[in-house]
């Protein structure tokens, strides 16, 4: 997929719990700055002052939800999103560098509550309004080991689901990359963080 020569780059970046997306999505920025790339960082679920408030029930360990109704929640996040930050970013002509998109939905809707493909499918579509990345990285590690990233103490609603939930996550952002490959790049993030950023680095420079 190339790039809109009328409008900024669409980075996003996923991947499982504690993988390092927000530190690298700041180190991302900081390389955009110093090339004079106008660029605007935000994130999902909570990008937005609506966002916010569904990121606080998704994330609340004490919620419960039916399966429908949480993959519905990412999509109204998702609406408000696209409308009001990352639409009007790329028109301007910056970059916008998104820490979870939809990827996210379907690595976690689909891989790991087990939803229908047809229906993660749908509310990708819809909530998306056809606003696809660029360039998509998936910082990759082992579910085990990004859970000891994640203390205890302070993990949210998904960071407490059962290690085989994760496993499923993190096999269903593969399963994305080898059917996207032109799309998506996986970067362990198993490595140092000059290392892993330095790919990253590479692979935007393909795209500037």
Known sequence: MSKNTDKGLFITFEGTEGCGKS???KLLK??????????????????????QKIRKLLLDKTATFHENAELLLFGVDRIEH??????PALKEGKSVICDR???????????????????????NGLSSQGVVPDITIILDLPSSEGLK???ESVRDRFESESMDFHDRVRNKFLDIARAEP??????????????????IREIVREYL
């Open 23 to 25: 530190t690298h999505v």
């Open 30 to 51: 900081q390389f955009l700055d110093q090339n004079n790339i106008r660029s605007v960082v935000t994130f999902e679920p909570g990008g937005t002052p609506v966002g």
């Open 82 to 87: 696209v409308s009001t930050v990352i639409k």
């Open 101 to 123: 998109y939809i990827d996210s939905t379907t690595a976690y809707q689909e891989g790991g509550r087990g939803l229908p493909k047809d229906r993660v499918e749908f509310i």
């Open 149 to 151: 990233r994640v203390k």
């Open 182 to 199: 032109h799309r998506v790049k996986v970067v362990s993030s198993i490595e140092s963080i000059d290392t892993v950023q330095g790919k």
